[in-house]
């Protein structure tokens, strides 16, 4: 509870303040923030590295990368392109479009940690007999 409520004054206020074009969701210590392109992406992450450093707080080096958000309509590669986030893996997949056909969507599915638990759960209740 604690860090939620310092994270809320830490990070949450200041992107309202400084960065309230960029839309983001938290939960505890996680964060996404919807940059539209990989310039405000950068300039964001080193803002947010700055903050964090005020606060005594670090960005997670391993958790914290740029993704992109592959869509049919968006043909740029890069080397990131899928991420987790609260038990689910957000990856380009197929989908259907309004008009009934198949595409390229940037959806969420879950993740193979999430589902591995699941198994081992339903494994250790005996559900799978």
Not at 7 to 15: E, N, S, T, V
Not at 105 to 126: D, E, L, Y
Request: charged letters at 25%; hydrophobic letters at 40%; one cysteine or more.
């Amino acid at each position: 509870m604690l860090a939620n409520l310092f994270l809320h004054y830490a990070f949450d206020r200041w992107m309202q303040k400084y960065h309230p074009d960029v839309p983001f969701e938290r939960y505890a210590d996680d964060a996404i923030c919807h940059c539209e392109s990989e310039a405000q992406a950068l300039l964001l992450r080193q803002e947010l590295e700055r903050r964090l450093a005020e606060c005594k707080l670090a960005l997670h080096p391993e958790k914290t990368k740029i993704v992109y958000c592959k869509q049919a309509n968006r043909p740029v590669d890069y080397p990131i392109y899928q991420f987790d986030f609260l038990g689910h893996t957000f990856r380009p997949q197929s989908v259907m479009n309004r008009m009934g056909k198949l595409c390229v969507g940037f959806t969420p599915a879950v993740s193979n940690k999430a589902a591995r638990a699941m198994r081992q759960g339903m494994r250790r209740k005996g559900l799978l007999r």
